[in-house]
């Protein structure tokens, strides 16, 4: 049986305000006439025609960089939260399908501290070590988020290994390898991925917050955490520093958060 | 049978107390790993490529990192015991000075936002519970998720702008660590912890509204004439304040991330502005303290939030954790 689902408005603003950032931030820093690295005009310039959001500090245009600072949280957003997907989904379905062994009795534990930490904490304590750049974020970020997944994960692995279908599996005499393969992962990632969409939104605030600590993508390399951190100090001379990139942020993340929250009530609705 | 009970009862404190205690000790063992994650050597990190062997040396047992493996986890752990989490490389500070001194203003910021936080959530998520179809319900749902995907620090820095410059009628930055004092620095950064923390309590206490609603002695309260009043607070509120407590351990969670981020923006002199200054002057000793502790402290949290939940509803702890 087959129900209608009905897409919701806030899933389909959120879908194409999405698409549209996503275009936005590869086209943007392609057809500028601005280099986002580059300053090219006198700082500190309010939005006007030639500036829609205005120059900073060092005469940048913010409306290039701006964009291209979102093209390169998204790329960096994508690997991390993949990579934690992928990792923390197979240690998880592993766990839930030996859930006996004490193996996987020590990892659920091991999970469990990981996940204890505050997100953000145990972050920059690997940013500390590892050091600050793009790759140093996404490391902290898929050591720390795998774990999330793994709990996810191993409970979703539980629940279809004690199914009916993986037992008339076992009984056709089907070895563990295909049972796992078959029937055991695609039912965990199918679980997972939901999770993957709402966790997007934390990864994206998460890097940028890293950046904005100054344990992210350091400057000059554009980044919205980093840029709305380098305007702090122009709060009350020059606003657009800070608000605007701020405010891409937010409202990609309010698409984000839509698309999420709109795909889960669809799941339900189903 | 009344002996099963109790027993299984029993049983069920020693396992959430052993398993606290294990978790703790990972969180432990995690906070001291995260420093030999480190790709290459911290030390040449740190002192680079012109040092002296006895810089080296001197620095290595600072950190820590003289002995091998063993050696040093299990000089770790006994420094533990002792309450000793090594000292600051940066200003020669005991770790655990540093974590006492500043815990205290972050503390204090954890305890106003979670009382404004409850105080919101549970009539807001009581109402979002029984009118799910009002407009009042969309817009605050819409608000809530707007609040949720605006980051803390952006927030923050808005709301400086508005209430601190423009304004006025809050400081830009800094503490008074007297009580009432404290509080003219505390409301603002506190409320901007509570633009994340209210969009998930109140979810999740709407949510657990729900569920005590299907429930059949919500409906036979009805229907004995129970007082309005008595209705609420009894039937509705208390059995379903029992899973959004049991949650709380990872609201902490959050609610601690938040705040080391809200520090930050409201120059307060806290845990959170400890731990970001130690990541970016390296002071692997401090970063692995601050680290230890938030661990610790989310655990403990999270034992106490299930112990009390288990205590206010008696419907759950009867299977083991």
Redesign the interface.
Known sequence: MKARRRLDIEFLLGAVGLAALFLASFLVPLLSPFDPLRGESSALLAPSGEHPFGTDNLGRDIFVRSFAALQLDFVLAIIAVTASLVIGSTIGALMGMWRNSWISRILTLFVDSVNAFPFIVLALGIVAVVGPSAPGVVAAIVLTGWARYARIARARALVVAGSDFVSASRLLGFGRARIIRRHVFPNVYAESLAFALSELVVVIIMIASLSFLGAGVRPPTAELGAMISEGRLYLTTAWWMTVIPGAILAITALCIQFVAEGYERMRKDV | MKRLVSRARSNYWVVLVV?SL???F??A???FS??R???GD?VA?ILGDQATPEAVARLRSQLGLDGNLLQQYLAFIGGLFQGDLGVSVTSRVPVVTIIVNSIGPTLALIAVSSVIGFLVSVPLGLFLALRPRSVLTKSVNFVS??S???????LG??A??LFA?ALGIAPVAGYDPSFPGMLRYLWLPALVVCGQLIPVLSRVFRTSVQRTLGEEFTEAAIVRGIPRWRYYVHYLVRPSLAPTIALL?YVA??L??SA??IE?VFGFPGIGTQ??R???T?D?PT??G??LV??VF??LI?ALSEAVSTRIDHRIGRETP
């Open positions: 398993r294990a978790v703790a990972i969180v063992t995690v906070a995260i420093l994650l480190a790709p911290p990190t998720t707007l949720l995907s605006t980051p803390g620090f952006y820095l808005l400086l702008m410059v351990g969670g959050q601690l991330s080391v981020m930050m731990l970001v130690a990541v970016s390296r692997y970063v692995q601050i680290v938030f661990g989310v655990v999270t």
